[in-house]
């Protein structure tokens, strides 16, 4: 019974735009909340003016923990900045205004974009739910350790299909090495990527997505078929680049900030806010 409610302050955030950006998949909305879990607790996070009122079972978990899993204290006006200098996209991405990548667990990143795989957001989001439904507690995602002690069939049997071998092989590999998601937080951009890339199943594309979801590799530019098709028309007019020669342009024009303007690429083509020919 969720009825202990408090209060975090959240200027220049927009909610249902950063939950519903493809980031995480354990969130479901619910009229005008979103229902999740942060921290091992579950809640339900609603946006009321400059606030977000967060519903919840007891006092444990703290306001400093959600904003930080926003990440509610980031300058988003170099964001800003730069989409304000992108032809086209300067005139009309202020609706996603206070969009903000999540600081999300490791793991749970790693996981998630496992089944991202050749997959849609909604499935991903009843996979995530069958796994915890089923591999845990009803509330948590499952461990790595939790995960290994099944065998493969079961993944299969909750809907991932091919991808049940590689997040097996991950959790396996985690379960008996749980310091190395450390290191790739740990590492810089690059030397990351190989890391993540060294995972069966796990293509330039999800490693970033990896990094830039679960390890706060901001730099990192996940180029999926919506992002491929706003920057070539914006920056590559009349060829066809391949998505790696895209991640590095951006890399390089963005900087540490490359990471974000692809999130509003993402989201804005993704949902209809950017128009483009």
């Not at 977000?52 to 899993?69: C, G, R, T, V, Y």
Request: hydrophobic share 40%.
């Amino acid at each position: 019974m969720i009825s202990v409610i408090e209060t975090v302050p959240a200027k220049d955030f927009n909610l249902s735009a950063t939950l519903e950006s493809g980031q995480v998949f354990g969130f479901q909305k619910q009229g005008q909340r979103y229902q999740g879990v942060i921290s091992g607790h579950r809640l339900e996070i609603e946006a009321v003016s400059s606030e977000l009122q967060i519903h919840k079972n007891s006092d444990e978990l703290l306001s400093d923990s959600i904003a930080d899993f926003f990440d509610l204290k980031k300058d988003l006006r170099p964001v800003y900045g730069l989409l304000n200098e992108i032809d086209v996209v300067s005139t009309q991405w202020q609706s996603m205004r206070g969009l903000r990548l999540i600081r999300q667990n490791s793991w749970e990143g790693l996981a998630g974009f496992i089944l991202s795989s050749n997959n849609n957001i909604k499935r991903i989001m009843k996979i995530w739910m069958n796994l915890v439904e089923t591999m845990s507690d009803g509330v948590q995602f499952p461990q790595p350790a939790t995960i290994a002690r099944f065998h493969e069939m079961k993944l299969r049997e909750l809907g991932l299909g091919y991808r049940a071998s590689y997040l097996m092989s991950a959790a396996r590999f985690l379960a008996n090495n749980p310091e190395y998601l450390q290191t790739i937080k740990e590492a810089p951009y690059s030397e990351a990527r190989d890391k993540v890339m060294s995972f069966p199943g796990i293509g330039e594309k999800v490693a970033d997505c990896v990094l830039l979801y679960g390890f706060q590799k901001l730099e990192a530019f996940p180029v999926d078929v919506w992002v491929y098709r706003i920057m070539t028309q914006l920056f590559f007019k009349g060829k066809k680049p391949t998505r790696e020669k895209i991640a590095e342009f951006a890399r390089k024009k963005w900087g540490v900030w490359a990471g974000y303007v692809q999130q509003y690429l993402f989201h804005g083509v993704r949902c209809g806010i950017l128009n483009i020919n």
